[in-house]
Nanobody, 115 residues
Framework: QVQLVESGGGLVQAGGSLRLSCAAS????????MGWYRQAPGKQRELVAV???????NYADSVKDRFTIARDNAKNTVYLQMNSLKPEDTAVYYC?????????WGRGTQVTVSS
């Protein structure tokens, strides 16, 4: 099994920054994709950013040039640096790992951006 533990959410003013972290434990394979998704109230869960074990990244258009995803393969940890936050970034952010055709999810961490 795989466990994902997120940290770093909170309340921040518009224009501010937050850094999310997610540590994976359990049966982690060397080839996988880790990333962040978010879900705002009344909306579907959407991709924010993902990064492969080789370092390739993909971002949602809405966060490009503001968010940066990174990972430490030795620690099985993924990070999301969020700068220039906007009220529309308010959501529950979920960590995800995809490996061997299976998705695993964290419990989520709340990010609230006040205007």
């Amino acid at each position: 099994q795989v466990q994902l533990v997120e940290s770093g959410g909170g309340l921040v003013q518009a224009g501010g920054s937050l850094r999310l972290s997610c540590a994976a434990s359990g049966s982690i394979f060397s080839i996988n994709t880790m990333g962040w998704y978010r879900q705002a109230p009344g909306k579907q869960r959407e991709l924010v950013a993902v990064i492969t074990s080789g370092g390739s990244t993909n971002y949602a258009d809405s966060v490009k040039d503001r968010f940066t995803i990174a990972r430490d393969n030795a620690k099985n940890t993924v990070y999301l640096q969020m700068n220039s936050l906007k009220p529309e970034d308010t959501a529950v952010y979920y960590c995800n790992i995809f490996q061997r055709f299976t998705n695993y999810w964290g419990r989520g961490t709340q990010v609230t951006v006040s205007s």
